[in-house]
């Protein structure tokens, strides 16, 4: 189960990790080693619209940019709208949480487009949000089939 560490109750046990074990360390990772300008993109219920507020804020505080978000609804395989407006804003970084199936979906519909995902981070993961810092590339990155995976 997601939990976005918004609430406790004494006859609730939560197992999953809370934003400060999650979503904050991996926006600050984002952000030092990809660039500033975010797209949030997420399924339409409770975890992500909470998981955007904490990116949202932590994003701002960083002096970064969110340059879009989109909603899909729960059971729609229907991205491409979420699609058109990641290619307008040419984000650095999408924070993606859509669930299940959507996922499939969301990366077949950047693929269909022509998204060579790996290059399209690759490139923009260097962005001129701090020019004074130099810039370094992330230790590896792994592709298994259409998803990304992150190594720092």
Known sequence: MQYEGLEQSPNIVYTGAAPNQQIIPAVKWAFDHLG???FLVGSDYVFPHAAH???KDRIRALRGEVVGEHYILLGSTDVE???EAIAASKP???LNTLDGD???AFFKALRARHYDLYRYIAKSAY???RPTRPR???KAVFRE???LLYAA
């Open 136 to 138: 370094r590339r992330p």
């Open 102 to 104: 959507r996922n499939v």
């Open 36 to 38: 500033c300008r975010f």
């Open 92 to 94: 650095d970084v999408i």
């Open 81 to 83: 709208a979420a699609v």
């Open 145 to 147: 089939a259409d998803a």
């Open 53 to 55: 507020a904490i990116m």
């Open 127 to 129: 962005a001129s949000c």
